[in-house]
């Protein structure tokens, strides 16, 4: 029997884990499958618990590894059940075998992704390596800067997945975000009970009036007619997410959109990044803002799909842009800086940074010299 918990409407200092924790615990998911991986893990350690004392009733199924979880959960979300899982970098890798197989069965599985670099050498801290392995599979991308992101688009996640029948991955950055501790104004549990609404799925295994095939082979007369469906799928997210974000902005008060216009209006140089390096990269535009300074910031929200007409228009006016990758695609240009490259048509005011690989700090003084040094 579910308890009751006391925590409503409340705004109480957490870590990014324990944070999604109480969103999962609210949303009371059918299924989440489990395995660990730093620094994923105190989200399941989290939620778990609190499955364990009652207050909430989602089955936990304990796999033997990530490729299992994710294969676990391709079979809940077909049989008809509200999904859930997370996972890490190496986690990650050993899912890839399956996680284009959730996409292009069009199962809405929201997978938490606290993001890691990834081996070799080991590495347990933060990058975007293990997203950018994933990028191309058909899964909905979405990057938080703070707490409170990760915390709320856990939700946004949800209503986004099972609105464009396509996996979405919220990304929050690990160990900055995951382990930090902020303050966060919690939903209501009533609030989140009827933003995210009784799952409903139109077809499932387990609909005998209605028998379906999951997992049939696809010969080259079929194959790409079905990839171009998915394609087209995502490219109906946009619309799905201005939907559920304006939503979602009734009950929180919190409105988010593609990308986070900050200092733009009359700025000669724009730096554009996504996750927790934001905020810093928001104090380095004050100070610099203070010395005469015409500096902004374009933060990316939704990655994949990536907007790029809504990200051309917001750089339209800037005479530099300095592209921000928490990642190095070996031998080749950068994926946010080639995703810029494409949103204004050229690359000629386009600078490159590579920064934090491996979880290296960036302070604000590093920014401000980077922005100003040309």
Same mark, same amino acid.
């Given at each position: 029997?579910?308890?009751?918990?006391?925590?409503?409407?409340?705004?109480?200092?957490?870590?990014? %884990?324990? *944070?999604?924790?109480?969103?999962?615990?609210?949303?009371?998911p059918?299924?989440?499958? +489990?395995? /660990?991986?730093?620094?994923? @893990? /105190?989200?399941?350690?989290?939620?778990?618990?609190k499955?364990?004392?009652?207050l909430?009733?989602?089955?936990?199924i304990?796999?033997?590894?990530?490729?299992?979880?994710?294969? *676990?959960?391709?079979?809940?979300s077909?049989? %008809?059940?509200?999904?859930?899982t997370?996972?890490?970098?190496?986690?990650?890798?050993?899912?890839?075998?399956?996680?284009?197989? *959730?996409?292009?069965?069009?199962?809405?599985?929201?997978?938490?992704?606290a =993001?890691?670099?990834?081996?070799?050498?080991?590495?347990?801290? =933060?990058?975007?390596?293990d997203?950018?392995?994933?990028? $191309?599979? %058909?899964?909905?991308?979405? #990057?938080?800067? @703070?707490?409170?992101?990760?915390?709320?688009?856990?939700?946004i996640?949800?209503?986004?997945?099972?609105?464009?029948?396509?996996?979405?991955?919220?990304n929050?950055?690990?160990?900055?975000?995951?382990?930090?501790?902020?303050n +966060?104004?919690?939903?209501?549990?009533?609030?989140?009970?009827k933003?995210?609404?009784?799952?409903?799925?139109?077809?499932?295994?387990? $609909?005998?009036? =209605?028998?379906?095939?999951y997992g *049939?082979?696809?010969?080259p007369?079929?194959y790409?007619?079905?990839?171009?469906?998915? =394609?087209?799928?995502?490219?109906? +997210?946009?619309?799905?997410?201005?939907?559920?974000?304006?939503?979602?902005?009734?009950?929180? !008060?919190?409105?988010?959109?593609?990308?986070?216009?900050?200092?733009?209006?009359?700025?000669d !140089?724009?730096? &554009?990044?996504?996750?927790?390096?934001?905020?810093?990269?928001?104090?380095?535009?004050?100070?610099?803002?203070?010395?005469?300074?015409?500096v902004?910031?374009?933060?990316?929200?939704?990655?994949?799909?990536?907007?790029y007409?809504?990200?051309?228009?917001a750089?339209?006016?800037?005479?530099?842009?300095? &592209?921000?990758?928490?990642?190095?695609?070996?031998?080749?240009?950068?994926?946010?800086?080639?995703?810029?490259?494409?949103?204004?048509?050229?690359?000629?005011?386009?600078?490159? &940074?590579?920064?934090?690989?491996? %979880?290296?700090?960036? #302070?604000?003084?590093?920014?401000?010299?980077?922005?100003?040094?040309?």
């Open positions: 029997m579910k308890k009751e918990n006391k925590i409503q409407n409340a705004n109480i200092a957490l870590t990014g %884990g324990y *944070a999604l924790g109480e969103a999962l615990r609210q949303i009371n059918d299924v989440m499958a +489990v395995y /660990p991986i730093t620094p994923q @893990t /105190p989200i399941i350690e989290s939620f778990s618990k499955v364990a004392d009652g909430a009733n989602t089955e936990i304990q796999v033997e590894s990530e490729h299992s979880a994710m294969s *676990a959960c391709i079979g809940a077909a049989s %008809g059940a509200r999904t859930i997370a996972s890490s970098s190496q986690g990650i890798m050993y899912m890839m075998e399956v996680i284009p197989v *959730a996409s292009a069965m069009r199962l809405p599985i929201v997978m938490i992704v =993001n890691r670099a990834i081996s070799g050498m080991i590495n347990i801290h =933060n990058d975007h390596s997203a950018m392995a994933m990028r $191309d599979f %058909g899964w909905v991308q979405i #990057f938080s800067e @703070t707490v409170q992101e990760a915390y709320d688009d856990v939700f996640a949800l209503k986004i997945a099972e609105k464009a029948k396509l996996p979405v991955a919220p929050l950055d690990g160990f900055f975000i995951t382990h930090s501790v902020e +966060v104004n919690l939903l209501s549990d009533e609030a989140v009970k933003f995210v609404g009784e799952y409903r799925p139109e077809k499932h295994l387990f $609909d005998f009036s =209605n028998p379906v095939t *049939a082979l696809a010969l007369d079929s790409m007619d079905i990839r171009l469906e998915l =394609n087209e799928a995502m490219e109906a +997210v946009p619309n799905i997410f201005q939907e559920v974000t304006k939503e979602f902005a009734k009950i929180s !008060k919190r409105r988010y959109d593609f990308i986070e216009e900050y200092q733009t209006e009359d700025a !140089k724009v730096v &554009v990044a996504m996750g927790s390096v934001a905020g810093t990269i928001k104090d380095a535009v004050d100070n610099l803002r203070e010395q005469g300074e015409k902004g910031l374009v933060k990316i929200k939704l990655f994949r799909p990536f907007p007409e809504i990200v051309g228009r750089l339209k006016n800037a005479r530099e842009i300095i &592209v921000m990758d928490k990642n190095l695609s070996l031998g080749a240009g950068q994926v946010l800086e080639n995703d810029i490259i494409q949103s204004i048509g050229s690359d000629e005011r386009v600078r490159s &940074v590579i920064y934090g690989l491996g %979880g290296r700090e960036i #302070f604000v003084q590093e920014i401000e010299e980077m922005i100003i040094n040309d």
